[in-house]
């Protein structure tokens, strides 16, 4: 198991910057699920419909 020091040491300390095409494109995807889920009311247990 890695510690976290070693981790953000090769993984980068939680910096959003972007590094290349396809960390842009994730990030938009995660922002557009983002807004759809607080949309719904930022809620993960949805009653049953029923």
């Known amino acids: 198991m890695k510690?976290?020091?070693?981790?953000r040491d090769e993984r980068g300390g939680?910096?959003?910057a972007v590094s290349s095409e396809f960390d842009?494109?994730?990030l938009a995807g995660m922002a557009e699920k983002s807004a759809e889920f607080a949309a719904q009311g930022n809620?993960?247990?949805?009653?049953v419909a029923g």
Do not use: I
């Not at 510690?3 to 981790?7: A, F, I, N, R, Y």
């Not at 809620?43 to 009653?47: D, E, F, K, W």
């Open 3 to 7: 510690t976290s020091p070693k981790v």
């Open 14 to 16: 939680g910096s959003t």
């Open 43 to 47: 809620r993960v247990y949805l009653p």
């Open 24 to 26: 842009v494109e994730a």
